[in-house]
């Protein structure tokens, strides 16, 4: 049987003045008390014990409990508090100190100025519905809770902390303006489904130190850093997530491995998809849409696998760069003002069924040896510059690729690698393929169709390896060796109308070539004469001369003389 009291500040039959003496009255009972508190502002700390349950008779919020400095609800034992406004200043422990039992707020506010709002301690257990809290930070350590409707707002700290081993699932809640985090799990394992946090000064979510944090169809808008971000060890699983204006979409960093499904990433001012030092990630059927400088970036170690996203506007669709790591497979890349693929600095990345439309560039490689790109099973539609670039030491092996509609399909470059297997470029307004500097271009199997200039061009001392490939409709040529460039043709055919089949300069092996068209040996030019310049107005040596500086046309000269002794120590 629960024990009923009532408080009023102005007394009356039966009745408590204050909220403390009932507390008193239900403890010497030892019995489950209701205690339920007239409209007013009381001004006293709770200490509740046992099975109790508080309770404002009038509207949420008509019953105010403040105290100038710490602790206003001190609870231990099965406790509700409905209806409650609990204000406190410079509470450590927390405005609400849970030390053990069950904890119940419904429809309660918390005032937290320069404090914690609400600490559940180890082993407690917390339930919060229809809560506000303002200005602290809610703190489960170690603990188990459950937050449904309830809004953190303008947090000086962390809104929400689940921290020590706690456990804490959060629905459809909101937090507004934190001033470091909306929600940090670390070390501890946390649910969030239907949450907007929104005007955080750090990450949004984060998780940290081996933490374990699920995300379902929540949104994050209006943050200055990452809207999410994974570290040290941590990991979860992210689904439905919608992100508008953040420094980052996700950030996966130091060892942190999550799995992000369905969710999209909209104008993030850096990147939509950031993975770096040593982070790695599971990424699936995502959206990344006009990020500012790179839609999904490894970096420094990262290592990603990319499946089924798609990336549009923006500056750089997809960069692996500084000794960074990646897998990425049928996902979209379009719509950008710079490169779609680009793969720099020892790093590593395999492309797998990508689709490339309306970028200047399809796949850019630069770096030394170690840097290596495959690309296969891929289209590139509507570039402007060239389908696939490689420079530097770089590597760069294609499979099946097709270039539609550009400047230029492939291109190596310096000492660049370029492998070419079952490809093709149809639609180029310069040529198929250029090998220039001294890169190294290797095709087999390449389709080269109504090039406009050349099927494929060698410059400088590159060296082109093609066989079994076939040009049609180049409208100059259909192959062209300048300058010092050689290379070999393996059972090669040249069509169409052009001007000539081959343009060479008698260091090409045109073995089993098939055409009508003529082959033309172009002539090297003579090696210009030495030039001789005569200057009448030095100065004239008739023996040797030791330690000279000689300057012309100065407007002012220094003249020093220094005595110095020859080898055999007479002096000069």
């Known amino acids: 049987m629960v024990k009923k009291y009532v408080v009023s500040p102005h007394g009356g039959r039966g009745g408590h003045p204050d909220i403390a003496s009932a507390l008193r009255a239900a403890a010497a009972r030892g019995r489950a008390a209701r205690v339920e508190i007239a409209p007013g502002h009381y001004e006293e700390r709770l200490v509740v014990r046992g099975e109790v349950e508080l309770v404002a008779l009038g509207e949420p919020g008509s019953v105010v409990v403040s105290r100038p400095r710490g602790t206003v609800l001190d609870a231990l034992g099965t406790v509700a508090v409905r209806g409650l406004v609990l204000v406190g200043r410079g509470a450590d422990a927390g405005v609400v100190d849970c030390q053990g039992g069950a904890l119940v707020l419904d429809r309660v506010e918390v005032r937290a100025h320069d404090a914690v709002s609400v600490h559940v301690r180890p082993h407690a257990a917390a339930t919060l519905t229809d809560c506000l809290f303002r200005f602290g930070r809610v703190v489960f350590a170690g603990s188990a809770g459950h937050v449904e409707r309830c809004r953190f707002a303008d947090s000086a700290d962390n809104a929400l902390a689940v921290i020590e081993n706690a456990r804490v699932t959060v629905r459809a809640s909101r937090v507004d303006g934190a001033r470091v985090h909306g929600v940090r799990v670390s070390d501890a394992w946390a649910h969030l489904t239907g949450c907007e946090v929104t005007g955080t000064e750090k990450a949004a979510l984060m998780a940290d130190t081996r933490a374990e944090l699920t995300v379902e169809d929540c949104t994050v808008d209006a943050v200055h850093m990452a809207a999410l971000a994974f570290i040290e060890q941590s990991g979860g699983s992210v689904r439905g997530l919608r992100v508008t204006d953040a420094e980052n979409g996700v950030l996966v960093a130091s060892g942190a491995d999550p799995s992000v499904h369905g969710s999209v990433f909209a104008d993030c001012r850096d990147t939509g998809i950031h993975v770096q030092d040593a982070g790695r990630g599971t990424f699936d059927d995502c959206e990344i849409l006009g990020a500012g400088n790179v839609g999904i970036l490894s970096t420094r170690g990262g290592a990603p ?12 669709g997809i960069a692996v760069t500084d000794k960074a790591r990646g897998r990425f497979a049928r996902t979209a890349v379009m719509d950008l003002t710079g490169v779609a693929l680009r793969v720099w600095d020892e790093s590593k990345a395999v492309f797998e069924q990508m689709r490339i439309e309306r970028c200047p560039f399809g796949l850019e490689t630069r770096g030394n040896g170690g840097t290596t790109a495959e690309l296969t099973d891929t289209t590139v539609h509507d570039f402007a510059m060239a389908a696939v670039a490689a420079v530097g030491q770089s590597r760069a092996t294609l499979e099946r690729v097709r270039a539609e509609r550009g400047l230029l399909g492939f291109s190596a470059g310096e000492e660049a690698q370029l492998h070419l297997r079952d490809c093709g470029v149809s ?9 220039h500097g001294s890169a190294r271009l290797v095709a087999v199997n390449l389709d080269v169709a109504g090039a406009e200039s050349f099927g494929v061009c060698v410059t400088g001392s590159a060296y082109l390896d093609v066989a079994h490939s076939r040009f049609d409709g180049c409208g100059a040529t259909g192959m062209r060796f300048d300058g010092s460039g050689g290379g070999r043709l393996v059972e ?81």
């Open 305 to 316: 696998r990319v499946t089924g996203c798609r990336v549009s506007g923006g500056n750089v």
């Open 427 to 435: 639609g180029a307004t310069a040529g198929g393929a250029l090998a």
């Open 492 to 572: 090669c055919s040249v069509t169409g109308t052009g001007a000539t089949a081959v343009q060479h300069n008698g260091r090409v092996d045109l073995t089993t070539l098939r055409t009508t068209l003529p082959v033309v040996r172009i002539a090297e030019p003579a090696a210009a004469p030495a030039s001789v310049v005569n200057n009448y107005y030095g100065p004239v040596f008739h023996s040797a001369v030791h330690h000279a500086q000689l300057a012309w046309n100065n407007s002012q000269v220094v003249q020093q003389q220094t005595d110095r002794s020859d080898e055999d120590g007479a002096g000069r």
